[in-house]
């Protein structure tokens, strides 16, 4: 079931100077994976278009949403208050694949990428499914103490020193890694490159892996076919189709 109207919300927090999180309470009926995401609108003339955004986290009464500011109207949404509503449009999408045969799962997320991973992680963890997070930022470490909550081990890296665990990416240590753990499966979300490469890697290896794909989107249902992406099975729309695809799927 998705859910289309407004909904009130109960917090916005700020994490770093350009990302917050936007809490909303949870429409009765709706059930909701790691990895699905809203077509998200600020009530008022401005934008015409909602705006994709992944989940978070969610329980029984709340939704959390992840964002970060990039025009105009993510910073109107950045302004609202507690008891303002918003427009939603959802859960769309497939999301992660939780599968019960895993024993352990690395995340590997960049920027605000990160933030559908927490989500997964949360769900991972309540099948017991050991999970450790490599997590990459430009020059700020966001959101890392709930992340804590629910992953057995989050490692951080960053492009400026004395910010993460290690400068650098997430994808500089994945070899190493991989040299030591055995994992069944690698959930990844952010820049393309991040993904791109962590993709190539675990093939190597021959570990499965999941790919939440980010792109612009004006409907989210797959009637716009503004978020095409090439396929071994030809064109899809990450919409309608993903925004989770397996490694192997995605040209």
Do not use: H
Request: proline share 3%; aromatic share 10%; charged share 30%.
């Amino acid at each position: 079931m998705k859910f289309n109207g407004k909904v009130k919300i109960n917090k916005i927090e700020f994490m770093t100077n350009d990302t917050f999180k936007m809490t909303v309470v949870k429409p009765e009926g709706i059930d909701i994976k790691a990895g699905q995401f809203f077509m998200i609108k600020n009530i008022g003339l401005y934008p015409l278009l909602n705006r994709p955004i992944s989940v978070s986290f969610f329980t029984k009464e709340k939704i959390e949403f992840g964002i970060k500011i990039a025009g105009k109207e993510t910073k109107n949404m950045s302004k609202l208050n507690k008891g303002d509503e918003i427009y939603l449009l959802g859960p769309l999408g497939n999301g992660f694949e939780l599968k019960e045969k895993y024993n352990k799962v690395l995340l590997v997320g960049g920027g605000i990428g990160i933030e559908p991973l927490k989500a997964a992680a949360m769900e991972l963890e309540k099948i017991n499914i050991e999970t450790k997070s490599f997590l990459g930022f430009k020059n700020e470490c966001f959101d890392i103490k709930e992340f804590k909550n629910f992953s057995d081990e989050v490692i951080t890296f960053s492009e400026e020193e004395n910010v993460g665990d290690f400068v650098g990416y997430p994808t500089d240590k994945l070899i190493e890694e991989f040299e030591k753990i055995k994992y069944d499966a690698v959930f990844t979300c952010g820049p393309k490159i991040l993904m791109d490469k962590t993709n190539e890697i675990c093939k190597s290896y021959n570990i499965e892996v999941q790919l939440l794909l980010e792109e612009k989107m004006a409907c989210g249902i797959g009637a716009c076919l503004g978020c095409t992406c090439k396929t071994v099975d030809g064109y899809k729309k990450v919409c309608k189709d993903g925004p989770m695809f397996y490694g192997n799927e995605v040209i």
